[in-house]
C-alpha cells in the first residue's frame, strides 16, 4: 500500500525567503507524485506532479519539486514566497486500489503561513 | 479547461434528512469522478470511485447504503447523504479525470443540526 508522509503539519516563513514543505512517500511501484495547493473553503489546484522522465518538475505560481527515489522524497520548494502563496498543501501519491481504479494517497497536509 | 463544480456550497440539514450533493464536470465528459471527504485541519480521504453507468467502488469503512452515489451521465454525479446524523458533518470534495489527471471541484460544506 502507498503512503504518504508530510512533515511539519504547519510551516512559517518570511515573505521574500524560501519555502520548503517535505513529502516522503512509501510506494511498492514505481510512484506518480503530486502536489495540491488548497486555499480556505476551496477544493484542490495542482501544483505540479511527476510521473516519469526529469526529476526535477517545474509547476505553476513559481514551485518546483524533486523526485528523489534513494530517499523517497518529493519536497516542494520555491525561492522566493509571495503573500498569496499562503494555503494547505497536500502532497499525493498514486496507486492502484484493492477494485482496480487508480487512487490518490494524500498527506496530512501542510499548512503555510506567511510572514509579512 | 477542466472545470469542476459543485453543488450546493454549502448546505445545513436536519439530523434524519438526506441531502444531496452534485458534481458536474463543465467542460469535459468524465467516466470516472471521485468523492473524497475532509475533517477539518485533516486530509482528503477517498470514499469512493463513481463511474459512468455502473455501481460506484467504495473504500473499506465507506457504508454504500448511507453514502449513495449516482453517475448517471458523462457530466454529472451525485452523492446522497441519507439519514444524515452530526457525526456526518464535514467538508465533500469530488474529482472529476480526464486523461488520467483528477479535477477537484470546490467541495460543499455539509453541517447537519
Known amino acids: 500500500a502507498q503512503s504518504v508522509t508530510q512533515l511539519g503539519s504547519h510551516v512559517s516563513v518570511s515573505e521574500g525567503a524560501l519555502v520548503l514543505l517535505r513529502c516522503n512517500y512509501s510506494s511498492s511501484v514505481p510512484p506518480y507524485l503530486f502536489w495540491y495547493v488548497q486555499y480556505p473553503n476551496q477544493g484542490l489546484q495542482l501544483l505540479l506532479k511527476y510521473t516519469t522522465g526529469a526529476t526535477l518538475v517545474k509547476g505553476i505560481n513559481g514551485f518546483e519539486a524533486e523526485f528523489k527515489k534513494s530517499e523517497t522524497s518529493f519536497h516542494l520548494t520555491k525561492p522566493s514566497a509571495h503573500m498569496s502563496d499562503a494555503a494547505e498543501y497536500f502532497c499525493a501519491v498514486s496507486s492502484i486500489s484493492n477494485f482496480g481504479n487508480e487512487k490518490l494517497t494524500f498527506g496530512t497536509g501542510t499548512r503555510l503561513t506567511i510572514i509579512p | 479547461g477542466a472545470v469542476v463544480s459543485q453543488h450546493p456550497s454549502w448546505v445545513i440539514c436536519k439530523s434524519g434528512t438526506s441531502v444531496k450533493i452534485e458534481c458536474r464536470s463543465l467542460?469535459?465528459?468524465?467516466?470516472?469522478m471521485f468523492w473524497y471527504r475532509q475533517f477539518p485541519k485533516q486530509s482528503l480521504m477517498l470514499m469512493a470511485t463513481?463511474?459512468?453507468?455502473?455501481?460506484?467502488?467504495?473504500e473499506q469503512g465507506v457504508e454504500k447504503d448511507k453514502f449513495l452515489i449516482n453517475h448517471a451521465s458523462l457530466t454529472l454525479s451525485t452523492l446522497t447523504v441519507t439519514s444524515a446524523h452530526p457525526e456526518d458533518s464535514s467538508f465533500y470534495i469530488c474529482?472529476?479525470?480526464?486523461?488520467?489527471?483528477?479535477?477537484f471541484g470546490p467541495g460543499t460544506r455539509l453541517t447537519v443540526t
Open positions: 474529482s472529476a479525470r480526464r486523461l488520467a489527471e483528477q479535477y
Open positions: 467542460d469535459f465528459q468524465a467516466t470516472t
Open positions: 463513481s463511474n459512468e453507468g455502473s455501481k460506484a467502488t467504495y
